[in-house]
DNA sequence: TCTGGGGTCCTAGGACCC
DNA sequence: TCTGGGGTCCTAGGACCC
């Protein structure tokens, strides 16, 4: 009998009997254990910008809906309805592809803006319920519900789980699927297998039984590649990796097997960091970058210098709202043939300046640029970032930096009102196919 | 059927220092 | 003439995630 895990599909009389059931197993932990067992929630909007679409204009619901780039345009998939899915569409396939799996889908290019919106509205209804919410990408968080279940007068952490995943659906109107379980692999993996629009529960103790059978690739961290690895030591399912002396997959595998290991039983890293929950401080950015693919390959001495421009100013204007400075610049090449290379260069002083990232950038590319091919993906990232120390400057050389500080902020400003292109450097005037 | 764009983390070699 | 070991920084590439 499987007694570990229950997908609880919100009806009163399964409901109650997961409550009996819940009772039994956690009796028994609390035996085995001094200590409460922590209860994590993993949260996964389900296809979520085409959820998005589907609040807007409810006349998509239950179609074949695709949200990627332009056909044209070289673009891919970003999220598929269930309906598209069905017919062998997934994230990341090229819009043509999908076009011939579902000729009469309803392809949309999307607004990431409404996107970010409803994404907030969702984390501030999480924050509701707990301040131990960490958000990891645009749709999804980990929630550590463990201090809170008495607040929310309940012994059960599906209890909230199940407000949670109603008050989403009744305020917001997109679906998610929720994973419960002690640590947050676990929680993760559940909440995949819930999908769409589930409750999975994994009981604590239970970790290992409900991972054991699922194949390796179900592990964050593990893809193709490693899977293939994996095949070769005779490893396919997440308990296999279990019969293996964890310095001998490290030895072969390398650092990220022993994470697996690790995860394999139940185990992260960051279940440890109990700050990670609830630090102060939202961890900044390490890189930010912007990257470009023509759709149509170019070798214009002329266009790639003025998308270098753009996109040095494009990332310059993120990189002050942050308030960072950099110090390493990485070009990024690919080729029509899309073999593709990336060239970085470090400075000695951090500065936030676009046109030292342009002035890079150009270099970078002379150096770089040598295959007869025409390009096809051109992009600018800047990393090892630092928040600016003041008193780096000279004195001589602080009235400067503050007037030019003073006119690039000014033309943030007039671009979060106006659009980005209201002010244009003078290099990509004219390349309209940048807009 | 022709492969986006935003990231993070890891590896590995070479330079340089002690 | 032959040649240590550890630490840090820089660079290039690649796996992986959403």
């Given at each position: 009998m499987k007694r570990f895990f229950r997908i609880t599909p919100f009806r009163g009389a399964t409901f109650f009997s997961t409550m009996l059931q819940y009772e039994q197993t956690a009796k028994i932990t609390m035996q085995n254990s001094e200590k409460?067992?922590?209860?994590?929630?993993?949260?996964d909007m389900d296809a979520f910008f085409v959820s998005v679409e589907t609040v807007i204009?409810?006349?998509?619901?239950?179609?074949?809906?695709?949200?990627?780039?332009?056909i044209e345009g070289r673009g891919v998939v970003t999220s598929a309805s269930y309906q598209a899915r069905e017919k062998g569409v997934h994230s990341a396939m090229p819009m043509v592809a999908a076009k011939k799996l579902c000729p009469n889908a309803i392809f949309l290019t999307g607004s990431h803006h409404l996107y970010s919106d409803f994404s907030r509205r969702i984390m501030e209804i999480m924050e509701r319920y707990t301040p131990a919410v960490e958000q990891v990408s645009i749709d999804e968080a980990y929630l550590d519900i463990t201090g809170c279940l008495r607040l929310h007068r309940t012994k059960y952490p599906f209890v909230i789980a199940n407000s949670i995943h109603e008050t989403i659906a009744n305020e917001i109107g997109v679906p998610c699927s929720i994973g419960i379980a002690t640590n947050r692999v676990t929680a993760k993996i559940a909440a995949n297998l819930a999908k769409p629009n589930g409750v999975l529960e994994v009981y604590p103790d239970c970790e290992s039984a409900f991972l054991s059978p699922l194949p390796v690739r179900k592990l964050p961290g593990v893809g193709p590649v490693a899977e293939k690895e994996y095949k070769k030591l005779g490893i396919r399912e997440i308990g296999d990796l279990l019969k293996f002396d964890p310095a001998v997959l490290t030895r072969v595998l390398?650092?990220?097997?022993?994470?697996?290991?690790?995860?394999?039983?139940?185990?992260?890293?960051k279940?440890?960091?109990e700050s990670n929950f609830l630090s102060q401080e939202r961890?900044?950015?390490?890189?930010?970058?912007k990257e470009i693919t023509y759709s149509?390959?170019?070798?214009d001495p002329e266009i790639l210098a003025a998308t270098l421009a753009?996109?040095?100013e494009r990332v310059a204007g993120r990189m002050r709202k942050a308030g960072l400075s950099f110090r390493k610049v990485t070009l990024k090449l690919r080729y029509a043939d899309f073999d593709t290379y990336t060239r970085s260069k470090t400075i000695n002083l951090p500065t936030s300046d676009p046109s030292v990232i342009y002035r890079t950038a150009r270099a970078l590319l002379t150096s770089l640029d040598k295959k007869r091919q025409k390009i096809r993906l051109i992009g600018v990232t800047v990393s090892t970032l630092t928040k600016p120390d003041p008193q780096i400057n000279l004195f001589d050389q602080a009235e400067n930096e503050d007037k030019k500080r003073k006119l690039l902020n000014s033309i943030d400003e007039t671009r979060e009102r106006y659009g980005f292109t209201s002010i244009?450097?003078?290099r990509w005037l004219g390349h309209s196919q940048l807009r």
């Open positions: 409460k067992p922590k209860s994590i929630l993993h949260i204009n409810p006349k998509l619901k239950g179609k074949q809906v695709i949200v990627g780039g332009p390398g650092k990220q097997a022993e994470q697996c290991a690790k995860r394999a039983g139940g185990e992260s890293s279940d440890q960091a961890d900044t950015a390490k890189s930010i970058g149509v390959d170019t070798g753009y996109l040095s244009m450097s003078a």
